[in-house]
């Protein structure tokens, strides 16, 4: 982090930078879809700045479909096998991957049909949620959002990951969500996603981001 050189923005004007950067962004698979992540703990809130993007895109005449990893939580029942605050679970397995891979970056394959399911499972009730498929056209962008998605070897096109330091992710976790943050400092040791990602945003302070967008 030391040798990234971030320049201050505003999240009105990193919205409408990225959307500018996506608005040509191809397939490098040469399908119709691009995919993008916006990587980040919950408590960076990626999710934000995915909705903020796909805003933006609308206003230029670009369809995109914002999905969030939190919708493909596998059944509590494989989540909880091991306890309700297991590390390694979290890290490993509370996320359907294969899932993720089946309904939504399948159809996005060159040859696809485009029909993404935007949720699978509900946590709070613990069903499936029946969500209706949604079609998106050609040219429209994924917009997928969500913890550790940068070790999955998902196809996206561009990646963008919203860095909290390891103080700031301490202060903004819920207390009864912090037996997580190990599964954090393991996925910056093991996948480094802030040297990973194509675009870096620094948001401990979540009035005045930072990023590396100059110097991408």
């Known amino acids: 982090?030391?040798?990234?050189?971030?320049?201050?923005?505003?999240?009105?004007?990193?919205?409408?930078?990225?959307?500018?950067?996506?608005?040509?962004?191809?397939?490098a698979d040469g399908g119709a879809w691009p995919r993008v992540a916006f990587d980040g703990a919950p408590a960076a809130r990626p999710g934000d700045l995915a909705r903020r993007v796909a805003e933006?895109?609308?206003?230029?005449?670009?369809?995109?479909?914002?999905?969030?990893?939190?919708?493909?939580?596998?059944p509590a029942s494989l989540r909880f096998e091991y306890g309700h605050r297991d590390v390694?679970?979290?890290?490993?397995?509370?996320f359907d991957t294969g899932a993720l891979w089946r309904e939504v970056f399948g159809p996005l394959d060159p040859g696809g049909t485009g029909r993404v399911l935007p949720d699978l499972w509900d946590p709070a009730t613990d069903r499936a949620t029946r969500s209706e498929y949604v079609r998106l056209p050609p040219g429209g962008l994924l917009l997928l959002h969500g913890p550790l998605l940068l070790r999955h070897w998902f196809p996206f096109d561009l990646s963008v990951h919203v860095r909290l330091s390891p103080g700031a992710l301490l202060r903004r976790t819920p207390e009864d969500e912090?037996?997580?943050?190990?599964?954090?400092?393991?996925?910056?040791?093991?996948?480094?996603?802030?040297?990973?990602?194509?675009?870096?945003?620094?948001a401990d302070d979540p009035r005045h981001p930072a990023w590396n967008g100059a110097t991408a």
């Open 178 to 202: 912090q037996w997580t943050l190990p599964a954090y400092e393991r996925y910056e040791k093991e996948t480094d996603p802030a040297g990973t990602a194509d675009v870096l945003v620094r």
């Open 88 to 94: 390694d679970a979290y890290y490993d397995g509370w």
């Open 56 to 74: 933006a895109l609308r206003v230029r005449g670009r369809s995109a479909l914002v999905v969030g990893a939190e919708g493909f939580l596998r």
């Open 1 to 27: 982090m030391g040798r990234v050189r971030l320049e201050a923005i505003t999240w009105e004007r990193l919205g409408d930078l990225l959307a500018d950067r996506l608005t040509d962004l191809e397939p």
